[in-house]
């Protein structure tokens, strides 16, 4: 089974950072296009970047809002992939979803949440 | 950025009813080599993660009940559910992927009337 586990949300302080992660079984994170997906309380869905695979060198792109303040990395040893976040506001809190790319997001994590207040 | 706008923002249907959300693309989508709309649909459940069900538009995921449909072309799009059960009250979202970023509509929560 296909399966995504988000872990290491919680509460931060504004201004500070948290990295949170997804990993897989069932898949081979490397061979795979991954996406990170928030969706604030209550509201819709916000792309946040992606990953890409081996066969094009693991391009990673990003959605402008965070660009510059997140990063995405992964570990194929673990099978895992990685959202590094820094700077948080509060605009920040949300569901951090991680997914995989085939056509559409076929593949889902149920999500972490990440709340950044003071 | 691709603007995806999604009608009607809720919508109350009868069991066993037609629902349709609409769903318009601020420019194409259209895929060129395979003539065919980057276009896919969401249904998201209360407390859980998006579940795709549709992908070029008209293509159904695996294990996706047949009531449901995608149709459309161009900057314009749709899903149906033919026949409304109780278990497919839940948020709706259309996504464009022709182009970075990716968008999403704001959604369309369907309930039973």
């Known amino acids: 089974e296909v399966q995504l586990v988000e872990s290491g949300g919680g509460l931060v302080q504004p201004g500070g950072s948290l990295r949170i992660s997804c990993a897989a079984s069932g898949i081979t994170v490397s061979d795979h296009y991954m996406d990170w997906v928030r969706q604030a309380p209550g509201k819709g869905l916000e792309w946040l970047g992606r990953t890409e695979n081996k066969v094009t060198s693991y391009t990673t792109e990003y959605a402008a809002s965070v660009k510059g303040r997140f990063t995405i990395s992964r570990d194929d040893s673990q099978n895992s992939l990685y959202l590094q976040m820094n700077s948080l506001k509060s605009e920040d809190t949300a569901v951090y979803y991680c997914a995989r790319r085939s056509v559409g997001m076929d593949v889902w994590g149920k999500g972490t949440t990440v709340t950044v207040s003071s | 950025d691709i603007v995806m706008t999604q009608s009607p923002d809720s919508l109350a249907v009868s069991l066993g009813e037609r629902a349709t959300i609409n769903c318009k693309s601020s420019?194409?989508?259209?895929?060129?080599?395979?003539?065919?709309?980057?276009l896919a649909w969401y249904q998201q459940k209360p407390g859980q993660p998006p579940k795709l069900l549709i992908y070029w538009t008209s293509t159904r995921q695996s294990g996706v009940p047949d009531r449901f449909s995608g149709s459309g072309s161009g900057t314009d799009f749709t899903l149906t559910i033919s026949s409304l059960q109780a278990e497919d009250v839940a948020v709706y979202y259309c996504?464009?992927?022709?182009?970075?970023?990716?968008?999403f509509g704001g959604g369309t929560k369907v309930e039973i009337k």
């Open positions: 420019q194409s989508v259209l895929y060129s080599s395979n003539s065919k709309s980057s």
């Open positions: 996504q464009q992927y022709y182009s970075l970023p990716i968008t």
